[in-house]
Structures are given as C-alpha cells and as structure tokens.
C-alpha cells in the first residue's frame, strides 16, 4: 500500500485516488493554472471540486511497523494490510481511506491521503465508476432542500459526493485569493525538485 502511495502521489496510475484533508488546498488544484499545451498555446478550461464524505470509511497506515503485526503480516509483509483493505473493502461494498505512514514533504505541504477500493461488481452510485462512496446518492429532492430551499431544524442531509464545476474565467479570480490568504501556491504545495521542474516548464516559479 506504501509503495501505491507513494507512485499515485507522483503521477503513476493506480487504483488509489490522491485527496486532501485541506478544502483550500482541493480549491488550489480545481483552479490551477492553465497548463501550455505541446504548441506552446494555452487553453482555458474549467476545473472541478470534488468532495467526499469518508467519515465513515475504514481507514489504515500504509504500512504496520510493528503494532498490529498479525500472521499474514508476518507472511507478507509488503502486501497483507493491501490485501486486508481489499477482502474488506469487497465485502462492505465501500471504500477506505490510506494515510502515509512515511509522508514525503510533498504530502505533509499537501496534507495528503488517499482513497481506495476493490473493483465494485455492482456501483451504487450512477456516473462514479470504479469506487463506491459511503451512502446512496441523495437524489433530487434531498439535494433541492439541501441547497435551494430553506431547511428546517437538524444536521442537513448527509451528502456522499459531490462535484463543483468552477468556470476557467472564475478560476483566475480565485487564485490570487489562495495565494495571498491561505498562501495556496506552488512552491508551498511543491517543496521537492519535482515540483521545481514542473513549476520551470509551466513558467509558473514565482
């Protein structure tokens, strides 16, 4: 699960999603700049916000280093926390939540973690393949009160997902603000030689 991790935090597909416990830091990469395309133009696009409810999702280090050692770590070292998070995963129909064990610089500037699950056989929510939120959908009538009317008394409605479209021209107002208030920007986001390089071919190093 470490080394999963670790390869998903650096550009390497896998099956875990990179996420942030910090929504200013989610708000920084949903408005990112606009990255130059191979002709060297720009194109403006839209950014999307996402937000999962993972309060009532399993969760794990990505490796044991000697508390809650059991036989199958003993015989698998590497692999038995991956291999546990999956069997459970699968019987539950519901993902769970990878915290570093070892976070790298990157990480800990990021406040980073990550979501995973086996691959569903049934989803449960329409549009969102591969992983299964905790919960249904809300559907219309819940999202129409939660975010429209005016709701009564009480906790609001449990939502288990949601997705925040932001216009490419209101992502070049929301920059700033990250950068100047919550100091949301590159060189803090990215405090390694990776994100040195990057930030140099984007001509984004301030």
Known sequence: ???LAVLQHHGVPT???????NPMTALWFATEEHKPEADGNVRRSPGVLFAVDVTKTDWYETFHHTEGQTWG???DPLGASYA???AK???SRAMFRAFPAL?????KAQEGFFLGSAVPKRHKAPGVLGLNPIGLPPGEDKLDKLLFKERGPGRPASVP????????HVKDKIRDPLKRT?????RVLFPDVDGFREGLSRTQLD
Not at 161 to 168: D, L, R
Not at 182 to 186: G, L, Q
């Open 103 to 107: 976070p790298d610089e990157r990480m």
């Open 84 to 86: 546990h998070a999956l």
């Open 15 to 21: 099956r875990l999603i990179d996420v942030t416990a």
């Open 182 to 186: 919550y100091n949301r920007r590159r």
């Open 1 to 3: 699960m470490h080394m």
């Open 89 to 91: 995963s699968q019987k």
């Open 73 to 75: 770590h003993m015989e």
């Open 161 to 168: 997902f949601c997705a925040i479209v932001i216009p490419a």
